[in-house]
């Protein structure tokens, strides 16, 4: 708490561990910190003398403007975050903080609301069709593709459970833990064909070294800049400031890695895999930002939306890094091009199982589904709109 600043002038909750997923959940919290700043922040609090990958308590941080609360609409709609304010417990409210503590009970209250629910599957079914299109976009690159598929069905399953008036916070990078509850509520299975169609079968510890390896590149090639570091243009928000520092952080590689081998240990390598394979690509993210400040970029960006194609940037700029990107991404076995069919097929029919899963659990729901674009290979690659600040942050997809 002593790094967190002066309790007074902040609403804190903590949203404890998901309910059977394994370690590090056991060992990390995630304290969500309402307070006077203007951006949302992400960072990782490491106890004292935490100096290497040795498996130690740590804190997930999620700083977000106490402004946002006076909008109940805006945190009742923000995605995942709202899921996770959903399943956090208010630590404490002091009074001067009262007002505060209406406002998000209210902001909670709103977030049942057959609208903010709406709201909220809508994103996800976006978020799906964005993964599909930046699939297409990658085909060159099939490992990539193929974590942008990943990235599909995870979107995919947040609308099923959502819409269903299910809490998923932690959906984006752990969900082969929601495979159980999705499968009882499609009728069909998702375990063994989204494992092997995204190739999560493979052994995770084989992802180490090539993680440590990007790690090693980006210490060496990459400076570590904090958030309100000079060098940083003025387009680059303090969001994705927060989360190039959170991810530059060596401890947090070791923490993730120990991590995996914790959920293999208990059976679970499949989520040790899909969890990794996300690391990688922040890693890789970590250097395409810092090349991007070199060249004074001037145009908006975000964390989990490359601005240009990831291979040709990792080529020209840190070749050593693709070939590590590409082990990480790869599996058991590399993909070609024409192995991405049995994926878009596969989320084809995840989409009809929800279409039908929501006709009978809510109607306008899967109305709303049904008139959503679909989610197709061949759409044209867009320039999406900036998300807002609450939705840009959640798809960082930082959850432990």
Same mark, same amino acid.
């Given at each position: ?11 804190? +909750?903590l ?14 919290l ?7 700043? %203007?951006? $949302? ?18 804190l ?19 995605? +995942?975050?709202t899921?996770?304010? *959903?399943? *956090? ?5 002091p009074?001067?903080? *009262? ?19 709406a ?10 069709? &964005? ?9 060159? &690159? ?14 995919a ?12 916070p ?12 999705a499968?009882?509520l ?16 493979g ?21 570590r ?6 060098r940083w243009?003025?387009?680059?928000? %303090?969001s ?13 590689l070791? %923490? ?13 390598? $499949?989520?040790?895999?899909f ?14 930002l810092r ?23 990792? &080529?020209?700029?840190h ?20 192995s ?21 659990h809510?109607?306008?729901l /899967?109305a ?6 679909d989610?197709?290979?061949? $759409? ?9 600040? /609450?939705s ?5 997809? +930082?959850g432990a």
């Open positions: 708490m002593g790094q967190i600043g002066d309790a007074a002038q902040a609403l804190r +909750l949203r404890p561990p998901d309910a059977g997923v394994a370690a590090p959940a056991g060992d990390t995630e304290l969500l910190v309402f307070d006077h700043g %203007t951006n $949302a922040r992400q960072q990782r609090c490491w106890p004292p003398g935490m100096a290497d990958g040795k498996r130690l308590p740590s997930d941080l999620t700083r977000l403007p106490a402004a946002w609360l006076a909008e109940p609409g805006r945190l009742a709609c923000a995605d +995942l975050l899921h996770r304010m *959903a399943q *956090a417990v208010l630590l404490d409210a009074p001067v903080q *009262a007002l505060l503590a209406r406002q998000l009970a209210a902001s909670l209250e709103y977030a049942h609301a057959p609208a903010a629910r709201a909220r599957c809508a994103s996800f079914a976006e978020g799906a069709r &964005f993964a599909v299109v930046q699939a297409g976009a990658s085909q060159a &690159f099939p490992g990539l593709a193929r974590l942008w598929f990943q990235k599909a069905h995870a979107a399953l947040a609308l099923l459970l959502d819409g269903c008036g299910r809490w998923c932690a959906v984006d990078t752990q969900a082969p833990a929601c495979w159980p509850e499968e009882a499609l009728g069909m299975a998702l375990a063994e064909d989204w494992t092997s169609a995204l190739g999560l079968d052994d995770p510890a084989r992802l180490a070294t090539p993680l440590r390896r990007m790690q090693m590149l980006l210490l060496r090639d990459c400076l800049m904090t958030p309100d570091d000079a243009p003025a387009s680059v928000s %303090t994705i400031r927060w989360a190039y520092a959170y991810w530059h952080d060596p401890r947090e070791e %923490t993730r890695l120990v991590a995996a081998q914790l959920l293999a240990n208990a059976g679970q390598p $499949a989520q040790a895999v969890q990794l394979r996300e690391v990688g690509f922040a890693l890789a993210r970590v250097a395409m090349q991007r400040a070199r060249e004074r970029w001037s145009q908006p960006l975000q964390f989990d939306q490359p601005e240009c194609d990831v291979a040709q940037d990792l &080529f020209k700029h070749p050593d890094m693709l070939d590590e990107l590409q082990q990480v991404l790869d599996g058991p076995s590399a993909l070609s091009g024409g991405l069919a049995p994926m878009l097929n596969l989320l084809a029919r995840q989409r009809e199982a929800t279409q039908a899963v929501l006709t009978s809510d109607p306008a /899967a709303g589904l049904a008139a959503a674009p989610w197709a290979l061949d $759409a044209p690659l867009p320039d999406p709109p900036m998300p807002s600040p /609450a840009a942050f959640v798809g960082i997809g +930082l």
